[in-house]
């Protein structure tokens, strides 16, 4: 079954950290950047990072960039968001998505999400 | 940074009823535009990449359109399944890729 599940999220104080996890399956994970995307309660979707097929290179958001970092072990089929200095508007889903319509270095749309993982920043 | 404006924010229509949703870039994307629908607790899901091509499985009453800065997504005949909320996404500037604030197609 092709599909990505997220995992680790949580209620977390400001300041402290969250590693967030997506486990790939079905599909040949080396062969495809991948997205995290977070979507905080009732608003709309915000784009955060993206890590190439290789894990080569990384993109940030600004809103995260210092604090996140993304990476992967494509032995493990797994990618991962390291979140330190959280923030209140840092509560959200935060969804991984595989970036599968053009191969790479070539970027195009979302066609494969996970269902989410949860992440709440606060004392 | 591209800035991705939808509109309208709410649409409220009948089913069977023909929806037009709208996306401005504030930059030409040369098509590299896609859309999303998102129903209330589920993940987003890919409908149409490159401004007009639908994804695998999406019906064809779904359907895009646009060019340069101005897109369009069409739903010929509206079904009680897709009463859900809608985005639009370019990928031509990047980064970052950004997503439109998103229109809620809502019953009338």
């Known amino acids: 079954q092709v599909q990505l599940v997220e995992s680790g999220g949580g209620v977390v104080q400001p300041g402290r950290s969250l590693r967030l996890s997506c486990a790939a399956s079905g599909f040949i994970f080396s062969s495809y950047g991948i997205h995290w995307v977070r979507q905080a309660p009732g608003k709309g979707l915000e784009w955060v990072a993206f890590?190439?097929?290789?894990?080569?290179?990384?993109y940030y958001a600004d809103s995260v960039k210092g604090r996140f970092t993304i990476s992967r072990d494509n032995s493990k089929n797994t990618l991962y968001l390291q979140m330190n200095s959280l923030r209140a508007e840092d509560t959200a889903v935060y969804y991984c998505?595989?970036?599968?319509?053009?191969?790479?270095?070539?970027?195009?749309?979302?066609?494969?999400w996970g269902q989410g993982t949860m992440v709440t920043v606060s004392s | 940074e591209i800035v991705m404006t939808q509109s309208p924010a709410t649409l409220s229509v009948s089913p069977g009823e023909r929806v037009t949703l709208s996306c401005r870039a504030s930059q030409s994307l040369s098509s590299n535009l896609a859309w999303y629908q998102q129903k209330p607790g589920q993940a987003p899901r890919l409908l149409i990449y490159g401004a007009s091509t639908r994804a695998t499985g999406i019906p064809a009453r779904f359907s895009g359109s646009g060019s340069g800065t101005e897109y369009t997504l069409t739903i010929s005949s509206l079904q009680s399944e897709d009463f859900a909320a809608y985005y639009c996404q370019q990928y031509n500037y990047w980064p970052p890729f950004t997503f439109g604030g998103g229109t809620k197609v809502e019953i009338k």
């Open positions: 890590i190439w097929h290789d894990g080569i290179n990384k």
């Open positions: 998505a595989r970036d599968g319509i053009l191969p790479p270095p070539q970027v195009g749309a979302l066609d494969l």
